[in-house]
């Protein structure tokens, strides 16, 4: 069977992994990894078992969200925000906590349902479907979302309509780069081929960024923006380039001004 890489558009006929009865292809030119065929009704997943341990981890993921912020906020001061596949509203609490306008999308109903009922603007859906206005954001975050996405390139093309010009595009995603992808392989723990439907490494999450109208940055270690926290926001950052213990990466992107086919049909 030939799959088509999402990224680079070249046919893909090499499998790297089998697991769960599903098997996961490889594209030799840019190296995206991603399970063939997907699997049905993914969205039927994410019921209220799901978001159990999210849920009972709610202090540590506001100050997850927080520490992340921070970082976030040494290249760009709080405005509007959207958090997409938000789960509970957490991430979207710490940014309105730290004085973000922050709205947050939803695919599970009952997700989204609890997060309004901690008061917060969540609609339920996908962001495809969401009907935001163009340039409606100055940033859009996706923490453990893109791997579940079913188009990664028409995806990114909408995050990149929503985002103000110069907006900002933060996404933390599994590395399948990472040394422990390598050593583990089918053991990995974010190889979950029924649930996770794509996995990049840095190349070609940069190279899907590129694709879709983004320039990839990281937080800088001077000159950035200065508030309560940014030193050690910027000394983490450093830290982290350094050495990479979390098999989880986190990539920033810049909507350029280059031209781009729209994303939405005539």
């Not at 009704?41 to 019921?47: H, I, K, P, T």
């Not at 405005?79 to 710490?94: H, K, Q, R």
């Not at 893109?146 to 103000?164: G, I, K, N, Q």
């Not at 950035?224 to 983490?236: D, E, I, N, Q, W």
Request: net charge positive; charged share 25%; with cysteine.
């Amino acid at each position: 069977m030939q799959a088509t890489c999402n990224i680079c558009a070249s046919g893909v006929s090499t499998i790297l992994l089998t697991k769960d009865g599903c098997e996961i292809y490889q594209c030799a030119k840019c190296r995206l990894a991603f399970t063939h065929p997907q699997p049905d009704a993914l969205d039927e997943q994410y019921d209220s078992a799901y978001f159990d341990l999210y849920r009972s981890r709610h202090e540590f993921r506001l100050k997850r969200g927080d520490a992340r912020l921070r970082r976030i906020e040494l290249m760009k001061e709080p405005g509007t925000l959207l958090d997409i596949g938000c789960s509970l509203g957490y991430f979207v609490e710490a940014a309105n906590d730290r004085g973000w306008r922050a709205s947050g999308v939803e695919i599970s109903p009952y997700a989204a349902e609890q997060a309004r009922g901690l008061g917060l603007d969540v609609k339920t859906g996908v962001l495809e479907d969401a009907g935001y206005p163009d340039g409606a954001f100055d940033c859009v975050t996706m923490w453990d979302v893109l791997e579940h996405v079913p188009d990664p390139t028409r995806h990114m093309l909408e995050v990149r309509r929503v985002l103000a010009d110069g907006g900002l595009v933060v996404i933390g995603t599994p590395n399948l780069g990472h040394i422990l992808f390598r050593i583990k392989r089918e053991r990995w723990r974010h190889l979950k081929p029924r649930e996770h439907i794509f996995y990049f490494n840095p190349s070609s999450i940069t190279r899907l960024l590129k694709k879709t109208g983004f320039d990839v940055v990281q937080p800088p270690v001077l000159g950035g923006r200065s508030f309560p926290g940014s030193f050690g926001a910027a000394l983490k950052g450093v830290c982290g380039r350094i050495a990479q213990p979390n098999d989880v990466m986190i990539v920033y992107g810049v909507k350029n001004g280059i031209q781009i086919p729209s994303n939405r049909p005539e």
